[in-house]
Nanobody, 115 residues
Framework: QVQLVESGGGLVQAGGSLRLSCAASGSIFSFNAMGWYRQAPGKQRDLVARIISGSTTNYADSVKGRFTISRDSATNTVNLQMNNLKPEDTAVYYC?????????WGRGTQVTVSS
């Protein structure tokens, strides 16, 4: 059973930074892909950033140059460093892992950016 636990959300002013972490059960290198998605009220859940297999990374256009996804094998976590945050980044952020074509989700962490 794959378990994902997010942490690091909170309230920050526009222009500030937050670092999200996703702690995974088992080795993060066993997953085909890991990533972060977000869902704002009344909107669909969208991809923010992900790492596929080795070290290939994908980012949503809206966060390129501001967000960085990384893996930490020592702590078995996938992190999302978010800089220069904007009010439109406000959402619940979910960690996702793909293993043998099955997706797993964390419960989410709230990120609120005030203007």
């Amino acid at each position: 059973q794959v378990q994902l636990v997010e942490s690091g959300g909170g309230l920050v002013q526009a222009g500030g930074s937050l670092r999200l972490s996703c702690a995974a059960s088992g080795s993060i290198f066993s997953f085909n892909a890991m990533g972060w998605y977000r869902q704002a009220p009344g909107k669909q859940r969208d991809l923010v950033a992900r790492i596929i297999s080795g070290s290939t990374t994908n980012y949503a256009d809206s966060v390129k140059g501001r967000f960085t996804i990384s893996r930490d094998s020592a702590t078995n976590t996938v992190n999302l460093q978010m800089n220069n945050l904007k009010p439109e980044d406000t959402a619940v952020y979910y960690c996702n892992a793909l293993l043998h074509n099955k997706g797993y989700w964390g419960r989410g962490t709230q990120v609120t950016v005030s203007s």
